[in-house]
């Protein structure tokens, strides 16, 4: 079965408020579920919020009732089970708390085989056709993001919070830091706190009144001998 994937939207997204179990591996040792609502729906892909961060690229697993006129394969399940990419995320903040506005393309029945092994690797959609039966692999390509060392870093220490979240989107560890360098797009802390490439952290800068959420890139240790972690924002740039 084979459909031209509505990039442009030919085909009406539907207003369909259906409950979706979203499932979500930030490293090979953690993973969350949360439980959402469809704000809308295509047999290509659909649009919900999240109480935790996600970031474009990203893999997602997701089980809906979805009617079956809808789907593209297993027709006779109570629960359509399909992988998603996001392709893009909008963080709406209220006083309480941040809504993150998500979107996805469906790639279909399984994750591509690297997921097991790298499941925050990030990924593009390499075609416009969207097969049930077609391997991930040959819908993927790696993301390519902008260049990081293009932008400006800025040498200056920014007072940060680092907040790390549970699977339940508790604060569990939490340390008060600065950064090392810092640029619209991400930045270099100091950080003693155990946590690895692929997690997802909140930042907030008291002195500046600023939050963000940032993917954890990679972690260095200095000839200094003090460990750093090399962050992206994923939900708005930093003021500088």
């Known amino acids: 079965m084979s459909e031209q994937r509505n990039w442009k939207r030919i085909r009406e997204r539907l207003a369909l408020h259906l ?16 439980l959402t609502r469809l704000t809308n729906v295509t047999p290509f892909g659909a649009g919900f919020p999240l109480k935790r961060p996600t970031e474009r690229g990203r893999l997602l697993h997701m089980t809906i009732p ?6 593209v394969f297993d027709h006779v399940e109570d629960q359509y089970r399909i992988w998603a990419i996001v392709r893009h995320l909008k963080a709406n903040a209220s ?5 993150f506005d998500v979107g996805v393309a469906f790639i279909g029945k399984r994750a591509p085989r690297s997921y097991e092994k790298e ?14 039966l077609t391997p991930a692999e040959d819908m993927l390509m790696p993301f390519t993001a902008d260049d990081q060392r293009a932008l400006t870093r800025h040498n200056i220490a920014v007072d940060m919070r680092v907040e790390i979240l549970d699977v339940n989107g508790v604060v569990v560890e939490s340390e008060h830091t600065v950064t090392e ?7 270099t802390l100091f950080t003693t706190l155990p946590v690895l ?3 997802f952290i909140r930042l907030t800068s008291e002195q500046q009144g600023v939050t963000a959420h940032a993917a ?8 200094d001998g003090i460990p750093r972690i ?5 939900d708005r740039e930093w003021p500088l």
């Open 95 to 99: 006083a309480r708390h941040v809504v």
């Open 230 to 234: 090399h962050v992206e924002f994923i």
């Open 181 to 187: 360098d810092i640029s619209t797009k991400g930045a």
């Open 197 to 199: 490439p692929g997690r």
């Open 19 to 34: 409950p979706v179990r979203i499932r979500c591996r930030e490293t090979p040792d953690f993973e969350w579920t949360e």
């Open 66 to 71: 979805m009617p079956r006129q809808l789907r």
């Open 216 to 223: 954890i890139r990679s972690r260095s240790t200095g000839a």
């Open 119 to 132: 499941p925050g690797k990030r990924y593009d959609i390499s075609t416009n056709v969207f097969e049930a």
